[in-house]
């Protein structure tokens, strides 16, 4: 799949299922005809070739780029009625009572909901039940919702909100994580006894005697900011209860199962009367697990005490107060090294502002917890992580995961300390990374796949011109009008959940009798191309034209659970579970077509949409017509577990992930001396994926992560005041834009990975994690000063909240 | 909240519609049209989701009231294609694959074909100034510069004299 195909097919026929025979250059002659809009001078070009290159092959190209992909707010349905939430400008409060009358009568409303309407439990939460989908007890966050609005128009419904009155005894809020944990601390959840969410640890050697053998130690303190994933797509939800009585739930979410979960257990029904739809995602990256199961639930109670079908279709606004952020972390960070550039020890306290509810935390900050010494193998290691509730915004899922704030810390350590000791930061980094048979600092043996931390590294210098460009660093010249630097971060990263969670996903092939294929894979297609990944995967394995598959969205009612698409899982675990069904279905033909063709099912090649055996062969549309007339039905469903991890909590050890994955990335830039604007000119990044399935995507998943790194170095930040959110759009919510985008290079890294089934491996969160760091280390090579905030201001007083 | 009948005209086609001038375009397009290729992102003309053509020359949808387009020419991304045949523009989004999710795609290339329209040949950094106020969380900008390069090549082949 990684050549150029031309073929001469009008793109609109790529989206249907057709033979292609002529993939061959055919360049048609192309028509000139009046542009269409009649508002322009111009006479515009109109073709019926289209180049595609297989390597950016993308299924919903073609409803994309017209316009013609339904998202939820969409979707239209008859009789539909819209739904709005309702908020209170309390930050911490009792809730005394909650007036809904006035609304009620609200011109167009036809019902406003409370917890008191609630049919099932209003406990939520994936980890921790903390979460209200509607405030009853208590407001712990300015972004919980006390009511919901149901009206005939969505203006009519939000009209009524400033009705509605709540009267709450105001209590102290608690908007700093170490506050939170002080002994006479009020309690945010008065029945969990506690402010602390989860502890982890990392225990390892004795970092006492690590730091009596260091000839240098350093210590230094880091703070990251919230993070808003900014997700162009706003919240959304349908849902209508179909005749049967089973909820149908649409809406834009990456992980339907999850959402099943939240909607019944809302509505008190069993997991089968609930239906979640996979409806196309305008942007997740994280951001739409929990946030989105909460707005289906609000929405799919609307839909049930209404009799109607509802939408909830969120505003920017809204979408920013309520969702969840990624995680702010407090790091005390203490680093020992030896004078030959070994790191001796390292100890550290993590701290994360978990919000008013546990959400993920536990499994954020477990990975930084494991991940807390970088790619760097440290024998004496003393790590306590502690996420904390406070009443701020809660925080989440967010690409990365708890490895961007712990890279940005790691990677200005070990060259803070090479700098110290006289040593260049590239050579203390080939030292102490992790090779071929490294144990980490949880005592995982590294053999069972390609370590590839210097090939990458190796990889992104070379190109970048690493060597020959550090000499050209500025460090602050008082001589100079602009500085310039060049930064490099790396890290490695374990794959899929981890001991986080249960790894499992599900994939269906059913065949029919025309030889066309219908796929369906428990991973949800985010915008990523999981679903085009998919299919080219499958294409390969059958030997046919990916024209001939279709991907049918799974839903909660058609497909076992697995899971949600997050930790860059998509891939791997899809794969694995397609590798699985294809399997079944190979053996299913193998049964009726090996007799045919001659050889046993083993022998079988599936090659140019035709089944080749030992004597033979058959078109595969023929084959399938014979699996019909032979009444076996060519179906393959498949099962993926991904490999055995293993976590012991008490002592902080295990095999904590089955595989890694290893990246670095460089980006150099200027700073201009007197205002302090920040130029970036040129990035380069370079993942070990194990196998590119679809090569233009990963691509695309190298500059996406890329972009986001640098919001998260340089523009971004949610800010907080006495709890409530202050920048609620992007005038405010700056993310980054074309203009702040500097020349980009991909270097994909293939080492094939026995561990996974396809050899694929991660890319989505390793792209994003990286650049805070390398952007760091290139401005301080510029300017000669080091940041330790997040995001980095240069020229500005470093504080936080402060524009 | 005064209704008011508005002509105009819409991918070509001339349109009246009775509704209160003070609504915003975006809305009308979304629902009494259902055209829903034209997203909401922010509301506050800040994003760029909901960029549409008023006489050739691309708006905030989200901004632009009922009132203030009485007898002008909008065209939306559903106009764009004409007789199943893709705009280049389009198809240089498709084949540089200048989208993940898709939410901004719409915008981006309406923005792109105002650009284009008032310059084709644009440099480098013309179009990436030009599509900046134009918001891509996926991060594809990259490829958005690229797409609109190329589509811009096959546009200006394909003008005539």
């Not at chain 2, 106009?79 to 498709?94: C, E, I, V």
């Amino acid at each position: 799949m990684d050549s150029f195909y031309k073929f001469s097919a009008r793109f609109a026929e790529l989206s249907k299922p057709q033979r292609t025979q002529s993939r061959e250059i055919s360049i048609d002659a192309c028509g000139i005809i009046r542009d269409p809009l009649g508002c322009s001078k111009y006479f515009l070009f109109y073709s019926s070739v289209i180049v595609i290159s297989m390597k950016n092959w993308r299924n919903d190209a073609y409803a994309k780029v017209t316009g013609k992909t339904k998202f939820t707010d969409d979707l239209k349905f008859a009789n539909l009625l819209h739904a709005v939430p309702v908020y209170s400008d309390y930050v911490h409060a009792e809730i005394l009572s909650i007036n809904t009358a006035a609304a009620a009568q609200s011109d167009g409303v036809v019902r406003v909901i409370t917890a008191k309407d609630i049919p099932g439990s209003n406990r939520h939460g994936q980890i921790v039940r903390d979460l209200r989908i509607l405030a009853d007890d208590r407001i712990r966050y300015n972004g919980d919702v006390v009511a919901i609005i149901v009206a005939e128009t969505r203006d009519q419904a939000i009209r009524a909100t400033a009705l509605v009155k709540v009267d709450a005894r105001e209590l102290p809020s608690l908007l700093d994580p170490e506050k939170a944990l002080e002994p006479d601390a009020p309690l945010i959840h008065e029945d969990l006894g506690t402010n602390v969410i989860n502890t982890h640890k990392v225990r390892r050697g004795d970092v006492d005697a690590g730091f009596r053998d260091s000839d240098l130690i350093l210590e230094q303190k880091f703070e990251t900011q919230f993070v808003e994933h900014a997700y162009m797509e706003t919240e959304a939800s349908v849902c209508q209860q179909r005749p049967d009585g089973v909820m149908e739930v649409y809406g834009s979410m990456q992980h339907p199962f999850s959402t099943r979960r939240f909607v019944s257990r809302f509505l008190g029904v069993a997991l089968s009367e609930v239906e979640v739809l996979g409806t196309p995602l305008g942007g997740g990256f994280g951001g739409k697990d929990d946030t989105a199961a909460i707005v289906c639930a609000r929405t799919a109670l609307a839909s049930k005490l209404t009799g109607r079908p509802v939408k909830m279709m969120y505003k920017r606004i809204w979408s920013m107060r309520e969702s969840y952020k990624r995680h702010p972390y407090r790091v005390y960070y203490k680093m020992g090294v030896s004078k030959n550039g070994i790191i001796r020890a390292v100890q550290t306290k993590i701290i994360a502002d978990g919000g008013a509810y546990c959400s993920v935390t536990p499994w954020v900050t477990w990975r930084s917890t494991v991940q807390c010494c970088g790619p760097y193998v440290v024998d004496n290691v003393h790590c306590d992580t502690i996420g904390v509730y406070t009443n701020n915004v809660f925080t989440g899922a967010m690409r990365g995961f708890g490895s961007p704030q712990m890279n940005f810390v790691i990677e200005q350590m070990v060259e803070m300390a090479a700098e110290k000791l006289g040593m260049s930061p590239i050579e203390f980094r080939r030292r102490n990374m992790v090779r071929q048979g490294s144990v980490t600092i949880t005592g995982q043996k590294l053999d069972n796949h390609a370590v590839a931390m210097e090939q990458v590294l190796d990889a992104v210098m070379k190109e970048i011109r690493y060597d020959e460009k550090i000499g050209q660093s500025s460090y602050g010249a008082v001589d100079k009008d602009e500085w310039y630097g060049i930064g490099l971060a790396m890290s490695y990263r374990g794959v899929s959940l981890g001991a986080e969670g249960v790894d499992l996903c599900a994939a269906i092939i059913n065949v029919q009798a025309d030889g066309s294929v219908i796929l369906e894979v428990g991973v949800h297609e985010n915008g990523q191309g999981s679903e085009s990944a998919m299919m080219l995967l499958l294409a390969e394995e059958l030997g046919i034209d990916v024209e001939r598959i279709r991907y049918r969205r799974s839903s909660t009612s058609t497909i076992p659970d697995s899971g949600t698409t997050v930790a860059s899982r998509g891939t791997i675990m899809g794969g694995g579970a397609l590798k699985m069904a294809a399997r079944e279905l190979k053996a299913k033909i193998g049964a009726v077509i090996a007799p045919i063709v001659g050889g046993t099912p083993e022998q079988l090649r599936y090659e140019k949409n035709a089944i080749v055996g030992t004597s033979s062969s058959i078109a595969f549309d023929a084959a399938m017509a014979e699996m019909f007339n032979a009444k076996v039905f060519p179906h393959g469903f498949g099962i993926y577990q991904a490999p055995k991890v293993s976590w012991d909590d008490e002592h902080g050890r295990g095999d904590a992930y089955f595989t890694w994955v290893y990246g670095c990335q460089a980006i150099e830039l200027t700073v201009n001396r007197t205002t302090g604007k920040v130029k970036l000119l040129n990035a380069v990044a370079a993942h070990d994926v194990g196998k590119a399935i679809n090569p233009g995507m990963a691509e695309g998943q190298f500059f996406g992560g890329m972009a986001m790194g640098i919001g998260y170095a340089l523009h971004e930040e949610v800010i907080m005041k006495d709890g409530r959110i202050v920048n609620t759009n992007f005038n405010t919510y700056r993310i980054p834009r074309s203009m702040d985008m500097p020349e980009m290079k991909a270097i994909i890294v293939e080492n094939n990975d026995t561990t996974t089934p396809t050899g694929a491996k991660s890319l989505g969160e390793p792209t994003n994690e990286l650049m805070a760091p390398a952007i760091a280390n290139a401005l301080y090579h510029a300017t000669g000063e080091r940041r330790f905030v997040l995001p980095m201001r240069v020229g500005k007083k470093e504080a936080r909240g402060v524009e | 909240m005064a209704e008011e009948t508005i002509k105009f005209k819409l991918n070509g086609k001339a349109v009246t519609l009775s509704t209160d001038g003070d609504r915003k375009l975006l809305w009308v397009l979304r629902t009494d049209f259902e055209l829903t290729g034209t997203k909401y992102g922010c509301g506050e003309g800040l994003c760029g989701a909901c960029t549409v053509l008023v006489e050739g020359d691309a708006v905030r949808s989200c901004q632009t009231s009922m009132k203030d387009v009485e007898g002008k020419n909008i065209v939306t991304i559903e106009g764009l294609s004409m007789n199943d045949q893709l705009h280049p523009l389009q198809k240089a989004f498709a084949a540089h694959d200048a989208l993940q999710c898709g939410y901004c795609t719409s915008g981006m290339i309406m923005n792109a074909y105002s650009l284009l329209s008032k310059n084709l040949d644009p440099s480098v950094s013309d179009i990436v100034r030009g599509m900046d106020d134009n918001i891509c969380r996926c991060g594809a900008h990259k490829r958005i510069i690229e797409a609109v390069q190329s589509a811009a090549k096959e546009m200006k082949g394909g003008m005539k004299p």
